[in-house]
């Protein structure tokens, strides 16, 4: 916000200094060592004048001379967000990258990784009506569900049907969204948001999401972690335990630090998944922050001023309090 901020009447502002001299002036005859000068001794004139510790204090002059100062930034239109018109927000497009894969199934959440993030999506989706939204699945490779709509059952049909036993790859090759993604977004893709719904990635596809992500007309990219670092079972449907390579239960606890590194060196924005609606109220402002930034031609900035007018009004009821006269 304080980068942003800036006057959309500047103009207003030369007004400042020729307030403060005014009441520099003022509140200077208000003393009365300035009528008095040297004719008085100092402690005989301290004696002798009247109300002397009001003259001192905060008067109406401090006040109404605030009060000026706030009316006149007021009218220079301090403003340090842009107001985007209702159809640029609507075009406002999703991808949501879903992770299906065996580490998923996951029970440290109930009912399981993959339900959790299947129910978030829902509710993003369901906070999101009227705009385009596009369903990816991957595993060891990305494949396009659903193509951008704005029809929320048709969305909640698919997630519903999406398991790992129908992904033609194993693994967790998030970076193969990124082709997806884009075609997508098409010549939206800088005011898109590309969403993975994710256990985690694979330290082998860092370099090349930093090099999507750097490119100019590359989409915001945001990931929700779903699941905790110590992990959980994942669980097949007939109930046995998933097994990894060696032939052991698989490990799916959520490694921190390289979620660290995949963001610092990425870019992405790490959400993790929360029992409330936090995360989907993050996620929001999140996309809402992504089309600000794209900079809609049509955007105007928002006048701020009138928050300053409360302010300005409480400032000329103080002045005239009882017992307050203003020369």
């Not at 842009?82 to 075009?91: C, D, G, N, S």
């Amino acid at each position: 916000m304080i980068e942003q901020l800036h006057f959309l009447r500047p103009v207003w502002l030369l007004a400042l200094p020729g307030i403060t001299v005014l009441w520099w002036l003022l509140r200077r005859q208000q003393n009365p060592a300035a009528h008095l000068g040297n004719l008085v001794a100092p402690h005989l004139r301290k004696a002798l004048t009247i109300e002397r510790d009001s003259r001192t204090g905060f008067s109406a002059l401090d006040s109404f001379a605030l009060a000026l100062l706030a009316l006149t930034l007021a009218a220079a239109g301090p403003a340090w967000r842009q107001q985007v018109a209702p159809w640029f927000e609507e075009t406002a497009p999703l991808v949501i990258a879903l992770e299906v894969t065996d580490s998923m199934r996951s029970n440290d959440l109930t009912p399981s990784r993959l339900e959790r993030g299947r129910f978030k999506a829902l509710d993003l989706i369901a906070a999101r009506t009227g705009a385009r939204t596009a369903l990816i699945a991957y595993a060891g490779s990305a494949h396009i569900v659903v193509p951008p709509t704005t029809d929320s059952a048709v969305l909640a049909g698919f997630l519903e049907s999406l398991d790992p036993a129908i992904m033609p790859r194993p693994g967790n090759h998030a970076a193969s969204v990124l082709p997806l993604a884009r075609d997508l977004l098409g010549a939206s893709s800088t005011l898109g948001t590309v969403l993975f719904i994710t256990d985690g990635f694979d330290s082998a596809d860092i370099p090349e999401l930093a090099r999507f992500s750097a490119g100019p007309t590359a989409p915001a990219l945001a990931a929700l972690v779903v699941g905790t670092e110590a992990g959980g079972v994942a669980l097949l449907p007939d109930g046995k335990p998933v097994t990894g390579p060696n032939g052991a239960a698989l490990q799916t606890g959520i490694n921190r630090d390289l979620l660290n590194r995949v963001s610092r060196e990425t870019g992405i924005t790490l959400i993790p998944v929360e029992n409330d609606a936090g995360d989907i109220r993050r996620l929001l402002r999140l996309i809402e922050s992504n089309l600000l930034q794209a900079e809609d031609p049509e955007a105007q900035w928002h006048d701020e001023g009138w928050l300053l007018l409360w302010p300005a009004l409480l400032l000329l009821l103080y002045g005239f309090r009882r017992g307050w006269v203003l020369r």
